[in-house]
T-cell receptor, first 112, second 115 residues
Framework: GEDVEQSLFLSVREGDSSVINCTYT??????LYWYKQEPGAGLQLLTY?????DMKQDQRLTVLLNKKDKHLSLRIADTQTGDSAIYFC????????????FGGGTRLMVKP | DAGVIQSPRHEVTEMGQEVTLRCKPI?????LFWYRQTMMRGLELLIY????????DSGMPEDRFSAKMPNASFSTLKIQPSEPRDSAVYFC?????????????FGPGTRLTVL
């Protein structure tokens, strides 16, 4: 199967860390991605990780990949109110012509 | 680069009318994707093109939907006749030639309301 699954909702307090989780089923995925969608806007790429890596850090963002469990997570350190958005994980495969399979999105709410 | 450009940003129409959504991909990108987003169904891939050729249209809901890409810088998604259940946000995205991460760049979307 090609399902990508995420929890629907996450609420955190400003300054705390947020962890958004994603599971996927296709072990042939070559890259995995995190996109952010702010209200009224399109999806914006946040970061991606190649499938032979297990971690990638980019400023406040840390991506962890557990290929054995087909589990991807996005950690946002020192979460700010501006981080409130919907976060989508996505996977791509080497023979799928740039096609991505997206999860349903996790709505992150950051309370002041 | 201006990014992916979509027009109109908002469209309100009556049931039965024809609706045409437009997209200009990022220059040099040879993949173009049309998505639909609703609360109920989330983000759905409708169709995608490579070098102006439709590759996979299995996500197109029914014959009322059609998409064209007459050249590398323009694509349309047409709904004829439109129905209230077609109300959604329609996104266009483009992607550079394969050879690295298959990053897709999304436009701002067209919010369609069919009354």
């Amino acid at each position: 199967g090609e399902d990508v699954e995420q929890s629907l909702f996450l609420s955190v307090r400003e300054g705390d860390s947020s962890v958004i989780n994603c599971t996927y089923t296709d072990s042939s995925s070559t890259y995995l991605y995190w996109y952010k969608q702010e209200p009224g806007a399109g999806l914006q790429l946040l970061t991606y990780i190649f499938s032979n890596m297990d971690m990638k850090q980019d400023q406040r963002l840390t991506v962890l990949l557990n290929k054995k469990d087909k589990h991807l997570s996005l950690r946002i350190a020192d979460t700010q109110t501006g981080d409130s958005a919907i976060y989508f994980c996505a996977e791509s495969k080497s023979n799928a012509g740039n096609m991505l399979t997206f999860g349903g999105g996790t709505r992150l709410m950051v309370k002041p | 680069d201006a990014g992916v450009i979509q027009s109109p940003r908002h469209e309100v129409t009556e049931m039965g009318q024809e609706v045409t959504l437009r997209c200009k991909p990022i220059s040099g990108h040879d993949y173009l994707f049309w998505y639909r987003q609703t609360m109920m169904r989330g983000l759905e891939l409708l169709i995608y093109f490579n070098n102006n050729v439709p590759i996979d249209d299995s996500g197109m809901p029914e014959d009322r939907f059609s998409a064209k890409m007459p050249n590398a810088s323009f694509s349309t998604l047409k709904i004829q006749p439109s129905e209230p259940r077609d109300s959604a946000v329609y996104f266009c995205a483009s992607s550079p030639p394969t050879g690295g991460p298959d990053t897709q760049y999304f436009g701002p979307g067209t919010r369609l309301t069919v009354l």
